[in-house]
C-alpha cells in the first residue's frame, strides 16, 4: 500500500504537481493566473489524410455535428464560471479552430504554436518551449483559453487528454506545465 500512495505521488510529481481544487483552478483562472489549455472536440480518425493542406479544410479531420455541440458545451461552461469573454487562441487547424469559434468568448486567433505536432514529433520540445515563452510573454492577468492537439498537450503536460478535455494550467507556464485541474469534455 505504501509503495502505490508513493508511485501516485512521483506520478503527479512527474505530470507537473499536485492538483488544485477544482473552484480554485476555476478562480486562478478567471484571474489570469491560469490558462485553459483545450484539446479540441471529437473528430474522428487519427492525424490527417495524406493530401492534408493547412489551408483547405476539405483535406484535414474535422469535427461532426454532434462534436461541434461539444464545443458550445464548453462556451456555456465557460460562462457558467464567468467567463463570457477571452483570448481564444488555437492551432491553426480547422478542427481546433472550429472548436474555439463554437464556443462564442470572443474572436479567435491563430497561434502556430498550437499547431498539432503530429506529423512534426521532433519539434515537441521545441515548439512546446515557445508555447511557454508566448504565453507568459501575455499581460498577467490575461484571461486566455488554447485549443490545441493531443500531441502537443502531451508534450506540453505529459497527460494524453481525452477530445475535448480541458487541462487548468497555472501561470507562468512551466516545461512541464503545472497542472491545477483536469475538466472533463461538457
Do not use: K
Not at 476539405?58 to 469573454?85: H, M, P, Y
Not at 485549443?147 to 497555472?170: C, D, F, K, M, W
Amino acid at each position: 500500500m505504501r509503495r502505490s500512495a508513493y508511485l501516485l505521488l512521483l506520478w503527479l510529481g512527474i505530470a507537473g504537481g499536485v492538483l488544485a481544487g477544482e473552484e480554485q483552478a476555476w478562480e486562478a483562472l478567471r484571474e489570469g493566473r491560469a490558462v485553459l489549455l483545450l484539446r479540441h472536440a471529437i473528430a474522428p480518425g487519427t492525424g490527417d489524410p495524406a493530401n492534408f493542406r493547412l489551408d483547405d479544410c476539405a483535406t484535414q479531420r474535422n469535427l461532426d455535428q454532434t462534436w461541434r455541440e461539444q464545443a458550445r458545451r464548453w462556451g456555456a461552461l465557460l460562462r457558467s464560471q464567468g467567463i463570457s469573454r477571452a483570448r481564444l487562441f488555437s492551432s491553426r487547424w480547422c478542427r481546433a479552430r472550429d472548436t474555439a469559434l463554437a464556443m462564442d468568448l470572443g474572436p479567435v486567433e491563430p497561434l502556430p504554436a498550437l499547431d498539432s505536432l503530429f506529423r512534426a514529433r521532433p519539434r515537441a520540445a521545441q515548439q512546446s518551449a515557445e508555447l511557454v515563452e508566448w504565453v507568459n510573454g501575455l499581460m498577467p492577468g490575461t484571461v486566455m483559453i488554447l485549443v490545441s492537439h493531443q500531441v502537443n498537450i502531451r508534450a506540453l503536460t505529459g497527460l494524453y487528454p481525452a477530445s475535448g478535455e480541458g487541462l487548468i494550467l497555472a501561470r507562468p507556464l512551466t516545461l512541464p506545465a503545472r497542472l491545477l485541474a483536469r475538466i472533463a469534455p461538457p
